[in-house]
């Protein structure tokens, strides 16, 4: 790992040492799922499961 690298993983464990979650997928609450997949089956499955999803772009966004 590079110097940035380990500085924003020491960052990042030390947030949610202290309960400090600055992203859903440290909790595993979140997903991403490339764009390949079919968005309005899968927007009906999250939205079915309490989820939220956005197109991102590259990638879709699913949170619970």
């Known amino acids: 790992a590079n ?3 380990t500085a924003m993983t020491r960052a990042i464990e ?3 040492d202290r309960g400090i979650y ?11 799922l ?4 079919n ?3 899968l927007q009906n499955i999250v939205r079915d499961m309490g989820g939220t999803i956005a ?4 990638h879709f966004h699913i949170q619970f």
């Open 3 to 5: 110097g940035g690298q």
């Open 14 to 16: 030390g947030q949610v």
């Open 22 to 32: 600055i992203s859903s997928h440290l909790r595993s609450r979140a997903v991403d």
């Open 34 to 37: 490339g764009t390949d997949a």
């Open 39 to 41: 968005f309005s089956v």
């Open 55 to 58: 197109n991102e772009g590259n």
